[in-house]
């Protein structure tokens, strides 16, 4: 047999340089693939019932500006079988339902909920001034992430924590969704007073000195709109199961009609008695007959 030959010295060279290079390569550490792309696919479906009043339909307009994150659907022909509303956000794919729920075309409910196994709460949403009615001089970015302030009473009770929660579920704009800004220009909070959730919009004003920015120079504007939630109940599913939290506080608005009308049917009553006792009193106690009383006319 022949003797091998020998490879040329630039194949030699090459040789080693390739396996060099595979040394380097092995011995640096392997980076982590930058994050690209959008991965949080939280979703909100927005929603209301027939007979909505306009009020509350600019209200749900200013809620869907904020949540750029959000689905709208038609309105619910139903009122009663609300389990419809888990197969509407199983079709958009949504997580998170907010339903504008109207009764007599004068109270305004609002179920947040988690589809499709819950919890969900239902809300009595009073005190509704939409943007358009306000006109405030706040002004922020269509689709910037917001930031979301709460309350330090929403720590001490479980179900402060629980509604925390599921506000920040649903309220909190996902990172690098397609349709929001990557700004946080403005602030939403949520404030505890009187056994009621009070909701404000403000936009986040720097100073005027812009080289030297800072968080003391900043102010607050509002922008609207102004909501008051009175949570009623908690359930331990989507709109329906256990009860998990009865607020004792809560009065329902038929109530507290039926009271200001016996009200005004009991001042009613009080005039009509008034008047029976004052001809009673009268007919006892007759003034007797003066004779010079027709002498001067």
Known sequence: MGKRKAPPAADEA?????????????????LAPEASGFKNKEKVLLLSSRGITHRSRHLMLDLAQLLPHCKRDSKLDTKTDRGVINEVADMKG???????????????????ARAP???????HCANVHTMAELKLSGNHLKGS??????????????????MKEMFTQSF????????SKPFHDHVISFHLLDNRIWLRNYQVVPGL????????????VEVGPRVCLNPIKIFGGSFG?????????????????????????????????????????????????????DVFR
């Open 241 to 293: 199961g256990p009860v998990l939290f009865d607020n004792p506080h809560f009065v329902s608005p038929n109530r507290i009609r039926a009271l200001l009308k016996k009200r005004e049917a009991s001042k009613y009553g009080a005039k009509v008695s008034a008047k029976s006792q004052r001809r009673t009193h009268e007919q006892q106690h007759q003034l007797p007959k003066d004779d010079l009383a």
């Open 14 to 30: 090459e040789l080693q340089q390739s396996k060099s290079g595979e040394r380097k390569a092995a011995k640096q550490p392997k």
């Open 117 to 123: 196994d819950g919890p969900s709460i239902k809300f």
């Open 209 to 220: 000195d812009k080289k030297k920015a800072s968080a003391d120079s900043a102010s607050l």
């Open 172 to 179: 909190a704009t996902p990172r690098r969704h397609p349709k």
């Open 145 to 162: 992430r917001p930031v979301l302030s709460f309350d330090a009473s929403f720590d001490q009770q479980p179900h402060l924590q629980l």
């Open 94 to 112: 949504c997580s998170s339902v907010l339903f504008f729920e109207s009764r007599k075309r004068k109270d305004l409910y609002i179920w947040l």
